[in-house]
C-alpha cells in the first residue's frame, strides 16, 4: 500500500500528474457509499466527490472501510478526508467540514406490530444504533433512560430489528427504507416524523483551509453547472428543493395583475412542466423496479449457490470420514498377520489415531455447522470408542467433565490427537495392572481453554521431563500443543496429570 499511495504522491520528472487526495468512505452505507458488485466504491458521495476532484484538477483515491476505522484515520491524520460525515458543534472542534451536499433526516425504526408511535414512546426501551454514527452520539445525550444497542452497520440494525432484538432502531430514514427493501425486511417500517435533520459535507482535518476551500469551490461550481442535480436525480431519483429567485416571483406576480392572459399562459406552461417531470419520474420508478427485479434475482442465486456449496463441503468430510475408516479397517486386516504383541500394539495406536481424526470429519458433516465442532460431544465419542474395545479385563471408567466448547477445524484435530495419546498412554503405562479411572476435564476462561487429562495411577517417575523424554507418544503431545501455539505442564497430584492451555 505504501508503494502504491508513493506513486500517486511522487510524481514522474518526466510527465506531471494530477494531485492525489486520499479519501475513505463507509463501506455499507448505500445508497450514500458502499462496494458495488464489482468490488468498487459507489454511491452518491463517491460519485459526487469524484465530480469535484474532476471540476478542481484533482484525482480522489477512494479507500472504503467500516465507520470507526475510517474515521479514526481522519483524526490521527492518516488520510486527507472522508467521502460524508454529518455535522455537528462536537465534531466541528475535531475536524473541518465542507459546506452541506444534502440534508439527510433520521427516523425511529419499529417492527409493524409495535405500539411505539412518537420519541416520548423511547424511554426505558431497547434501541439499535449504529456504532460511532450520530444517531448513537444523539441517543446517548438525549435518551439516558433507554437501553442503546450499538451495531456495526445500517444493516444489521435493521435485521436484529425484525428478528425481535430490541424494540426499534435510529437510523437515516431513505438509507433504512433503502435497505429494508434491499434485504426484504418486510415486517418493519419507519414511524413518520422527522428526527435530527442532519448536514452531510466532507471532511478534512483540521487546518487543512486549502482542502476545505477546493472542496467548497467545487460544490458551488457543481451546483451551478446543473451537474449536482444530475448526480443526485441518478442516486435519489427527484431533484433537491429549489428557490426561484425573487425576481422571477416579481415578474411573475406582475405579469399576474396586469392581465389575466399572461396568467393563463404562466399556468398553462407550469401544467407542461409537471406533467413532464411526473413523466420522469415514472421512467425513474420503473427503472428502479427493474433493478430491485435484477438484485432479487442475483441474491436468490447465491443463494442457491451457497446451497450447492455447503452439500459439497458436506461430501468432502463425509469422504474424509469414509477413507480414514478405510486405512483404518487396512490396518486391522494387516494386524492379523503379525505374529508378536508389541508389533500388534503399534498397529492399535495408529488405528486409534486415525479415530480421533475421522471422528472430527463425521462431526463436521453430521451438524449445521461446517467449520466448528462441540468439544464436549467429540470427547464423549472418543471415550466410547475405547469404552467398546478390549481393556484386556480391566475396570477402567472414564470422568468427563467438558464444557460446551466451539473449536475450529485447525483446532479440534489436533486436541483429539492429543487425548488420544494421553488417553493410549494412561492405559499402557499407569492403568495396565489394575486398572483405574482417566478424568477429561476442559473450560474455557475468556480468551484461553484448559485441557487436562488425569488418572488415578502412580503418576510420573521421580526425575521425568517431558523435554528428555524419547517416546513417540509423548513427542507427538509436545508437538500438536506447539502446533496449537499453547504451553503444557506435567503434575503428580498424585497420579499423573497432563495440562495443555492455549487461546480459544
Not at 215 to 242: A, C, H, M, Q
Amino acid at each position: 500500500m505504501l508503494c502504491l499511495l508513493g506513486l500517486f504522491f511522487f510524481p514522474c520528472p518526466a510527465k506531471a500528474v494530477e494531485r492525489v487526495i486520499v479519501a475513505r468512505g463507509s463501506n455499507d452505507y448505500p445508497p450514500y457509499e458502499f462496494i458495488n458488485d464489482d468490488g468498487e466504491p459507489d454511491g452518491f458521495n463517491v460519485e459526487l466527490l469524484k465530480a469535484v476532484g474532476k471540476t478542481m484538477g484533482f484525482s480522489p483515491f477512494i479507500l472504503l472501510g467500516s465507520w470507526n476505522e475510517i474515521r479514526k484515520d481522519l483524526l490521527t491524520r492518516r488520510i486527507d478526508m472522508l467521502t460524508g460525515m454529518f455535522f455537528s458543534p462536537r465534531r466541528d472542534t475535531q475536524v473541518d467540514f465542507s459546506i452541506p451536499f444534502l440534508v439527510v433526516n433520521h427516523a425511529i425504526f419499529i417492527r409493524k406490530s409495535s405500539p411505539i408511535m412518537s420519541l416520548d414512546d423511547l424511554k426505558g426501551k431497547t434501541i439499535l444504533v449504529q456504532d460511532g454514527d450520530i444517531m448513537h452520539e444523539w441517543a446517548s445525550k438525549k435518551l439516558p433512560s433507554s437501553i442503546l444497542l450499538p451495531v456495526l452497520n445500517q444493516p444489521t440494525a435493521l435485521k436484529r430489528l425484525a428478528a425481535g432484538e430490541a424494540d426499534c432502531a435510529l437510523l437515516g430514514k431513505f438509507q433504512g427504507i433503502y435497505n429494508a427493501k434491499r434485504f426484504g425486511l418486510t415486517n418493519i417500517t419507519p414511524i413518520d416524523t422527522a428526527i435530527l435533520p442532519q448536514h452531510l459535507c466532507f471532511a478534512v482535518p483540521q487546518g487543512r483551509q486549502e482542502l476545505q476551500s477546493m472542496l467548497n469551490e467545487g460544490l458551488s461550481l457543481l451546483k451551478e453547472t446543473g451537474e449536482y442535480d444530475r448526480i443526485y436525480t441518478k442516486w435519489f431519483g427527484v431533484y433537491p428543493e429549489k428557490h426561484f429567485p425573487t425576481h422571477f416571483i416579481f415578474w411573475g406576480l406582475t405579469a399576474i395583475l396586469i392581465t389575466a392572459g399572461a396568467g393563463i399562459i404562466w399556468n398553462w406552461s407550469l401544467r407542461r412542466r409537471v406533467f413532464a417531470k411526473t413523466s420522469e419520474l415514472n421512467k425513474e420508478l420503473a427503472q428502479r423496479a427493474r433493478t430491485e427485479e435484477v438484485l432479487k434475482q442475483k441474491e436468490e442465486d447465491l443463494r442457491h449457490s451457497l446451497g450447492e456449496q455447503e452439500v459439497l463441503l458436506k461430501e468432502i468430510h463425509h469422504r474424509v470420514k469414509n477413507n480414514l475408516q478405510i486405512i483404518s479397517s487396512l490396518l486391522a486386516l494387516q494386524m492379523d498377520q503379525l505374529d508378536t504383541n508389541e508389533a500388534k500394539e503399534v498397529f492399535i495406536v495408529s488405528q486409534r489415531r486415525i479415530t480421533s481424526m475421522a471422528l472430527v470429519h463425521q462431526q463436521l458433516y453430521q451438524s449445521q455447522n461446517l467449520s466448528k465442532i462441540n468439544l464436549a460431544d467429540y470427547v464423549k465419542k472418543l471415550v466410547a470408542s475405547y469404552r467398546s474395545a478390549s481393556l484386556s479385563g480391566r475396570r477402567v471408567s472414564f470422568n468427563v467433565q467438558v464444557q460446551s466448547l466451539e473449536l475450529p477445524v485447525n483446532k479440534a484435530i489436533p486436541c483429539g490427537l492429543i487425548l488420544n495419546e494421553l488417553i493410549t498412554n494412561a492405559l499402557k503405562h499407569a492403568l495396565k495392572d489394575n486398572g483405574g479411572s482417566i478424568t477429561i476435564h476442559a473450560e474455557r476462561k475468556e480468551q484461553t481453554i484448559t485441557m487436562k487429562i488425569s488418572d488415578t495411577g502412580p503418576g510420573f517417575p521421580e526425575g521425568f521431563s517431558k523435554d528428555k523424554s524419547q517416546g513417540l507418544g509423548i513427542q507427538l503431545v509436545l508437538g500438536l500443543t506447539s502446533q496449537l501455539e499453547g504451553e503444557i505442564r506435567l503434575e503428580n497430584s498424585p497420579g499423573a496429570s497432563v495440562i495443555i492451555v492455549f487461546e480459544a
